[in-house]
């Protein structure tokens, strides 16, 4: 079993990244995905979450209108495009996958199963 983050980088304030989370290993449409973000000095905080086969979405409060997260199951892949990005969007950004969530997705980090590596992104000019 194998998530694969990418996409991270440096950007300015108002800039944009797109991540991507390739998954290996499992049935792809089984699980639902949830990206996490880890900022130094801070907790863990959820950012977005999208089910298995249905599309169903949440978004960090934080987050709402500036990110849009996406599934291309025949990829095994899932994005997570931020926009307006912040000074206070910097962290590290995980992916990860939850079994058996193909109609819904959680919003919790210990209801994930597996966890890619991360991706550093960093909102500095």
């Known amino acids: 079993v194998q998530l694969q983050a990418s996409g991270g980088g440096l950007v300015q304030p108002g800039g944009s990244l797109r991540l991507s989370c390739k998954g290996s290993?499992?049935?792809?449409?089984?699980?639902?995905i949830g990206w996490f973000r880890q900022a130094p000095g801070k907790s863990q905080e959820g950012v977005s979450c999208?089910?298995?086969?249905?599309?169903?979405?949440y978004y960090a409060d934080s987050m709402q209108g500036r990110a849009t997260i996406t599934r291309d199951n025949a990829e095994r892949t899932a994005y997570l495009q931020l926009n307006s990005l912040r000074p206070e969007d910097t962290g590290v950004y995980y992916c990860a996958a939850e079994r058996g969530a193909r109609t819904y997705c959680s919003h919790g980090a210990h209801e994930y199963d597996y966890w890619g590596q991360g991706t550093q992104v960093t909102v500095s000019s």
């Open positions: 290993g499992f049935t792809f449409d089984d699980v639902g």
């Open positions: 999208i089910s298995g086969i249905n599309d169903a979405k």
